[in-house]
């Protein structure tokens, strides 16, 4: 579609056309029933066929074991580093989390306004620019905690820590479906859905049943994960046209051939635009370590401000949108994340040269 912008944004960010425009076709008359999706009871079987779906999708997608509960739940991800804190964090017990950005940070600071906590690992000594390989765990920690993809600063683990049978918990908002997992290692993944899986409004969750069962009691209703395993994501209204659009996106992937394909394609995306910039003779300066790099947002910066305002308006002209870094960290970030179109990477990398000679 001639009037589709290449969309770098952060998030929320591109979603795949097909699964956009499938949405438009259904969206007055949802599969003969005379109304919208989005004017469904959430208790009607077309409804609940729509909530299935998506779980079904996501379980095969990312082989999720069969002793995995997938929820859908409102509140972003954002809500996770309080519900985490709350649920899983016992009585005079801890936690150990690992910080590796803005996200990471914030999830401790959210565990710290409900309990006891431990740093088990920080690259802020070099503002986030890798990804730590020592940690000093509590042996007491009830779970660890990671953000598995940096957004703002860039990085993302692509090798998880061993922690020597304790529960993993990591925050995936960003990368997300982007490759292939061995859910397993997890004792719960969560994820904020407006990066890689859908709209916002919904962050998609799967929660070992062993795990879950190690839950507080006592806590508000809806704060509880017990609630929601047990009503199947439906004790209250849940968000019905994100959950719907997700798996729109999800059927997507499927068509892309799966996650080892689309894994691929992001890949080839990351390796176009890294190699402009270290190819590029510190013109393009990378901001996050090499083996730490993330495929999903990709984080840069030129000699001076003025400069790098400069190669976001031209840019711009070329319908290059969104790549204007964080506002903490300015700079330079291309988010790409798995709807994000190959051509637009290539376009990317061949303006980066060409803006190069230009100044
Ligand atoms: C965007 C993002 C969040 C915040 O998600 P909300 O759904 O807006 O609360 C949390 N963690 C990471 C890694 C993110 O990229």
């Known amino acids: 579609?001639?009037?589709?912008?290449?969309?770098?944004?952060?998030?929320?960010?591109?979603?795949?056309?097909?699964?956009?425009?499938?949405?438009?076709?259904?969206?007055?008359?949802?599969?003969?029933?005379?109304?919208?999706?989005?004017?469904?009871?959430?208790?009607?079987?077309?409804?609940?066929?729509?909530?299935?779906?998506?779980?079904?999708?996501?379980?095969?997608?990312?082989?999720?074991?069969?002793?995995?509960?997938?929820?859908?739940?409102?509140?972003?991800?954002?809500?996770?580093?309080?519900?985490?804190?709350?649920?899983?964090?016992?009585?005079?017990?801890?936690?150990?989390?690992?910080?590796?950005?803005?996200?990471?940070?914030?999830?401790?600071?959210?565990?710290?306004?409900?309990?006891?906590?431990?740093?088990?690992?920080?690259?802020?000594?070099?503002?986030?620019?890798?990804?730590?390989?020592?940690?000093?765990?509590d042996p007491n920690a009830a779970y660890v905690h990671i953000t598995t993809n940096n957004t703002i600063k860039g990085t993302q683990w692509h090798e998880f820590p061993d922690t020597a049978g304790k529960p993993l918990l990591a925050d995936m908002s960003s990368d997300i479906m982007s490759r292939t997992l061995d859910v397993a290692k997890f004792a719960m993944i969560y994820a904020g859905a407006q990066k890689n899986l859908g709209p916002s409004g919904v962050t998609v969750i799967m929660i070992q049943d062993e795990f879950a069962k190690t839950a507080r009691e006592g806590l508000p209703t809806m704060l509880s994960y017990d609630t929601h395993i047990k009503k199947n994501s439906l004790f209250n209204t849940p968000p019905v046209f994100p959950i719907y659009?997700?798996?729109?996106?999800?059927?997507?992937?499927?068509?892309?051939?799966?996650?080892?394909?689309?894994?691929?394609?992001n890949r080839k995306k990351a390796d176009l635009i890294y190699d402009a910039i270290d190819g590029s003779d510190g013109y393009y300066k990378g901001t996050a370590q090499k083996k730490d790099r993330s495929i999903m947002n990709l984080t840069m910066r030129m000699e001076n401000e003025d400069l790098e305002k400069k190669f976001i308006s031209k840019a711009k002209e070329k319908n290059l949108h969104g790549l204007k870094g964080h506002r903490s960290v300015g700079g330079i970030r291309a988010s790409m994340y798995n709807a994000f179109p190959l051509e637009g990477a290539e376009k990317l990398?061949?303006?980066?040269?060409q803006f190069k000679k230009n100044n």
């Open 1 to 137: 579609m001639a009037d589709r912008i290449y969309n770098f944004n952060p998030g929320p960010a591109t979603l795949p056309l097909p699964a956009l425009k499938k949405a438009q076709e259904e969206f007055l008359n949802y599969r003969e029933t005379g109304m919208s999706i989005i004017e469904t009871s959430h208790r009607s079987p077309e409804f609940e066929g729509v909530l299935e779906d998506t779980k079904s999708l996501i379980k095969e997608l990312l082989k999720v074991p069969d002793d995995y509960h997938i929820l859908f739940l409102g509140g972003g991800a954002s809500l996770q580093f309080a519900m985490i804190a709350m649920n899983f964090i016992p009585e005079a017990g801890s936690a150990d989390y690992i910080n590796t950005g803005t996200w990471s940070t914030k999830a401790i600071k959210e565990a710290g306004i409900i309990a006891r906590h431990n740093v088990a690992a920080t690259s802020e000594d070099k503002n986030f620019c890798y990804i730590p390989e020592k940690f000093n765990f």
């Open 245 to 265: 659009m997700v798996k729109l996106v999800m059927e997507w992937i499927k068509d892309q051939g799966g996650l080892e394909e689309v894994d691929k394609i």
């Open 349 to 353: 990398a061949e303006f980066m040269q």
